[in-house]
């Protein structure tokens, strides 16, 4: 099931890559957004599969795959594993807090900012795109801990508890 998310979260990132390559260069609180849909597949598959590691199992697929179809290769995998990492140590580490999903996406989305600074481009190192690029990633977070939430909800049958 896991790799099934994560070959999912990779399809829907292949799709993206036409528009989120432009957008990465031109405006990054843009490109945080954009990202952070296809991505919350890695959080989701931590909730539907309450084992730990499942989230670093669904960005490793998303990174494999993605990897072929998008300009930078396999580095697309630091951010991604990066951030399925950091769920996976959120939600163990607050296992018995309800916000321990919105925790975890907050702490992938700045794990995931801080992981693209060294690539941001000179007219980016501004203090109003930094922090509109910082906002969007922890944005992103909080939108993917809501809709795994949602979707886990929603799965009839499903392993892990909301």
């Not at 990174?63 to 630091?78: C, D, E, K, R």
């Not at 509109?132 to 009839?156: D, I, K």
């Amino acid at each position: 099931m896991v790799a099934a998310i994560g070959a999912f979260g990779a399809v829907l990132l292949i799709l993206l890559v036409p528009v989120t390559t432009p957008l990465a260069i031109v405006a990054p609180p843009a490109y945080a957004l954009v990202v952070a849909v296809p991505a919350t597949a890695i959080m989701i598959a931590r909730r539907l599969v309450p084992r730990r590691l499942a989230a670093s199992g669904a960005a490793l697929v998303m990174s494999v795959l993605l990897s072929v179809f998008t300009p930078i290769g396999i580095l697309a995998a630091i951010p991604l594993l990066a951030q399925g990492i950091a769920i996976d140590a959120m939600v163990a580490a607050l296992r018995s807090r309800p916000s321990r999903w919105l925790w975890a996406g907050l702490v992938a989305g700045a794990v995931a900012f801080a992981i693209a600074l060294p690539v941001f481009g000179p007219h980016h190192l501004t203090a109003g795109w930094l922090l509109a690029t910082a906002a969007a990633r922890l944005v992103g977070g909080a939108f993917q801990a809501w809709l795994s939430g949602a979707l886990a909800r929603q799965m009839p049958g499903r392993l892990a508890a909301p």
